[in-house]
């Protein structure tokens, strides 16, 4: 028996007894009465939680649909309020003139009307970045062709001397083989390098990453460079079992850089010092060199796409500029910086600074 609003909510069970029945009453009013209550403040709970969260949609929807709000209510104003055929005219007029030929052209943001000082601004704005990506665009397939156009001319020029003298002369014969091979690796590399910075360019290159202990990949590196180039020094002072959250193939490359740059444009009889260290929650890889060092106007260039600080210097050591461009790429694409510190003729220092895992 029960009575929802009552005093009592009574359990009746009903049991065999000496030959009849007997009856056993518990009375569950308190319990009842107490979850009652409970489901109640439970209800009224969840449907503030209900008028809340529909509150705080509204709110996220308003914030996200506020500027075509803006949006339309400038289009409506410039709809209703008065305003001159010759703005639109020279708007329109402008707009038609711009092509790939006519980036330069800009729009006159001399208006009465807020809106289409506002809009004009807006657009060259557009054009001021459209134009710069183009000329920089202009510029990497003109640097491209430059450094694919020497390779080929050195192996077209080996080619014919080949077929003049070089079938009945043997060291023609040797130093041509050898000048073709050395040019078209060139080639090789430099293409791969395009295509590596291309897949960057266009976000389609994908990092596997994995905890790497970075000591044991740094001293891979060095072995490696050090069977390839065994007669330079290369001096490692590194904390043991560092690791961070990386790309290994990247991330080796990014330091086989380095390290082939220090090599590259320092003595043969000095060293290359690689330094491996962890300040708080990042690791820092330091590569130093006793080389020709970089003037400070050079500094902000030095991993512009192509540049290279010295042409005379380029000749005799070689490289495409396109390295220290794919380094900073893979050390930024981990969440990373690059820091140079150099000096004319004293050396130069390179520090990758990686977050540690």
Known sequence: MYNWWGSSVIYRVWMPYEGGYASYDYDFSETFMLSMKFFIALFVLELLLLFGGIGSAIRVTRSALKPLAELTETAQNINKRPHSDA???????????????????RISVESQQKEFSGLAEA?????DRINESYNSQMRFVSDASHELRTPIAVIQGYANLLDRWGKNDEKVLQESIDTIKSESQNMKDLIERLLFLARGDSD??????ETLNISALIREVIRETEMIASSRVISLTAEEELHIDGDAQLIK???RILIDNSMKYSPE??????????ESNKVKIAVTDNGIGIVPEDLPYIFDRFFRADDSRTRTTGG??????????IIERHGGSVEVVSRKDIGTRITYTLYSS
């Open 87 to 105: 703005e639109l005219r020279d708007l329109a007029g402008k707009l038609d003139l711009i092509d790939a030929g006519r980036l330069e052209t």
């Open 123 to 127: 657009i060259n704005g557009m054009l």
């Open 204 to 209: 389609s290159m994908r990092l596997s990453k």
């Open 253 to 255: 490359q990014a330091i």
């Open 269 to 278: 009889e000095e060293s290359v010092k690689v330094t491996l260290t962890k």
């Open 320 to 329: 495409s500029g396109l390295g220290l461009s794919i380094a900073k790429w």
